[in-house]
């Protein structure tokens, strides 16, 4: 099956700092991607749909200047966490989608992001 | 407002019993409906759900969906330990994007 590598898998990092997390698709183009934040046990809050060459699509409530993204080539996107203060802090997943038609969601391994 | 809505919130089972899990939605432009179970990391793929009162299975899991009434349910018999985990539900609507419910986390215990 389809995968979907995300980098890194942990990271702790200091208050007002940047982070990014990378999200390639390793064996399919993937023209539309997406992100997830997951508190602890609760469900996958989408985030944002991230589409290569152009604007990402915010969710409501989601600060597009606080969490950048790029989906610059067919295999990459990017989320940069700007600014990072400790509420920031949460488990990120990236995800794309199956070839056409089959309707499956792929999802990386996601990121631990802890801001001190 | 489009809403996934998953119960139980969270469930204890003893080994050997059977569970139901629920996913009732609200949403526009209804494409089908996911359902994925998540251990430690990434949620990996059971079901897809398109077209209402075709049961899909898969070994002990099976899943069928209502398009009028509004909701999917996932049955697990004879559950087992390595069931533990949280099932999320998930809807697609034209458009492209995943809206995922609640989650309902289940432990079985031996």
């Known amino acids: 099956g389809a995968v979907v590598s995300q980098h890194p898998s942990r990271v702790i990092c200091k208050s007002g700092t940047s982070v990014k997390i990378e999200c390639r698709s390793l064996?399919?183009?993937?023209?539309?991607m997406f992100w997830y934040r997951q508190f602890p046990k609760q469900s996958l809050m989408l985030m944002a749909t991230?589409?290569?060459?152009?604007?990402?699509?915010?969710e409501q409530g989601v600060e597009k200047d606080k969490f950048l993204i790029n989906h610059a080539s067919l295999t990459l996107s990017t989320l940069t966490v700007t600014s990072a203060h400790p509420e920031d802090s949460s488990f990120y997943i990236c995800?794309?989608?199956?070839?056409?038609?089959?309707?499956?969601?792929?999802f990386g391994e996601g990121s631990r992001l802890t801001v001190l | 407002e489009d809403k996934v809505v998953q119960s139980p919130l969270s469930l204890v089972v003893h080994e050997g019993d059977t569970v139901t899990l629920n996913c009732s939605y609200e949403?526009?432009?209804?494409?089908?409906l996911l359902w994925y179970k998540q251990e430690k990391k990434a949620p990996t793929f059971l079901f897809m759900l398109?077209?209402?009162?075709i049961e899909k299975k898969s070994g002990r899991l099976s899943s069928i969906l209502d398009k009028k009434e509004l909701f999917s349910i996932l049955n697990i018999t004879a559950t087992q330990t390595g069931d533990s985990a949280i099932y999320l539900c998930?809807?697609?609507?034209?458009?492209?994007?995943?809206?995922f419910g609640t989650g309902t986390s289940l432990t079985v215990i031996p």
């Open positions: 949403v526009t432009n209804f494409r089908s």
């Open positions: 991230s589409n290569e060459g152009s604007k990402a699509t915010y």
């Open positions: 398109t077209s209402s009162g």
């Open positions: 064996d399919f183009q993937a023209t539309t």
């Open positions: 998930a809807l697609t609507r034209t458009g492209n994007q995943f809206y």
């Open positions: 995800s794309a989608r199956g070839q056409a038609g089959t309707g499956e969601l792929f």
